[in-house]
Nanobody, 122 residues
Framework: QVQLVESGGGLVQAGGSLRLSCAAS????????MGWFRQAPGKEREFVAA????????AYLDSVKGRFTISRDNANNTVYLQMNSLKPEDTAVYYC???????????????WGQGTQVTVSS
């Protein structure tokens, strides 16, 4: 069973930056594709970014391209989401997810963290 713990959320002004971290345990991290999703109040959970097992492939939601960067450290079982030029519409609970295939869909991920709140003030 894979456990995921997110950290790094918080309150930031528009234009600011945050870096989310997700520490994984209980599995072979290098075998897992990793993703970040977010869910705003009253909205469905949406894909934000994903990275393949070896880190050679990544994908992004169009609205975050050029502002967010996903990366991973397989030696330390951690995936990151660097978020720059944050906008109020980025406000949401951000979830880390792990699965065995590189996917933009929530259905592609078997394991989920508890989420971390990101709030961007205008």
């Amino acid at each position: 069973q894979v456990q995921l713990v997110e950290s790094g959320g918080g309150l930031v002004q528009a234009g600011g930056s945050l870096r989310l971290s997700c520490a994984a345990s209980g599995g072979t991290f290098s075998h897992l594709a990793m993703g970040w999703f977010r869910q705003a109040p009253g909205k469905e959970r949406e894909f934000v970014a994903a990275i393949s097992q070896g880190g050679g492939a990544s994908a992004y939601l169009d609205s975050v391209k050029g502002r967010f960067t996903i990366s991973r450290d397989n030696a330390n079982n951690t995936v990151y989401l660097q978020m720059n030029s944050l906008k109020p519409e980025d406000t949401a609970v951000y979830y880390c997810a792990a699965g065995f295939s590189f996917s933009r869909s929530t259905q592609g991920y078997a394991y989920w963290g508890q989420g971390t709140q990101v709030t961007v003030s205008s």
